[in-house]
């Protein structure tokens, strides 16, 4: 089993260009989610999904749209990228107490 | 917002040594992790705690969900180099909510 796998590791951006960070797991869970990590702030919730076709908004929302098209994937994009967004993005799907299994994030910079 | 605060933020210990990281609410969650994290990887999973009181044990790390369920800590007998990292906790607050709160994590340094 892989688990949790992102795409792409590595990303530059300039401002208001535009991306799409992919995740997949092959554990069958129902429940994925989207974090940013930053220095200081910790994990913060940006989307998570209950479910295919369901999306949700978490703590920092804003700029960043998602889509759950199928049980496995979960899709994370940025329309107009800000260098705000700079930062680590962790995808994760969770099991029975919700706990969370993680992929290896995608270090995105926003110049 | 379900707060969980975890202390100390820092920790520069020699190896061999014992330390203890705590992780506290004023909310009571139905179910509570412990993860590690290294530089540059996602956070592992070391270990779900479901019922109050309850201790786990992993080879030399023992955690402890309080009686109540808003806290928990995390020990580590004969901390080894290879124990550096940051250690967070997360918790499912009571209710079935689908969302985990994580705690600010705490930055571990084993000196050799």
């Known amino acids: 089993n892989a688990g949790v796998t992102q795409t792409p590791k590595f990303r530059v951006l300039k401002t208001g260009q535009s991306m799409t960070l992919l995740c997949a797991q092959d554990?069958?869970?129902?429940?994925m989610y989207w974090y940013r990590q930053d220095p200081g702030m910790g994990l913060r919730l940006i989307h998570y999904?209950?479910?295919?076709?369901?999306?949700a908004k978490g703590e920092v929302p804003d700029g960043y749209n998602v889509s759950r098209l199928k049980k496995q994937n979960f899709l994370l994009g940025l329309e107009s990228a800000a260098p705000s967004q700079t930062s680590v993005y962790f995808c994760a799907s969770s099991g029975y107490y919700n706990e969370q299994f993680f992929g290896p994030g995608t270090r995105l910079t926003v110049l | 917002t379900q707060l969980l605060e975890q202390s100390p933020q820092f920790l520069s210990i020699q190896e061999g040594e014992n330390l203890t990281v705590y992780c506290n609410s004023s909310?009571?969650?139905?179910?509570l992790q412990w993860y590690r994290q290294e530089p540059g990887e996602g956070p592992v999973l070391l270990v779900t705690v479901v019922t109050g009181g309850e201790v786990k044990k992993l080879k030399r790390l023992t955690f402890q969900f309080g009686d109540a369920r808003k806290d928990s800590s995390l020990h580590i007998t004969a901390a080894q180099p290879g124990d550096t990292g940051l250690y967070l906790c997360?918790?499912?607050?009571?209710?079935?909510?689908?969302?985990?709160?994580f705690g600010t994590g705490t930055k571990l340094q084993v000196i050799p």
């Open positions: 997360a918790g499912t607050p009571s209710g079935g909510y689908q969302k985990v709160t």
């Open positions: 909310s009571v969650f139905s179910s």
């Open positions: 999904s209950v479910g295919e076709g369901t999306t």
């Open positions: 554990m069958n869970h129902e429940y």
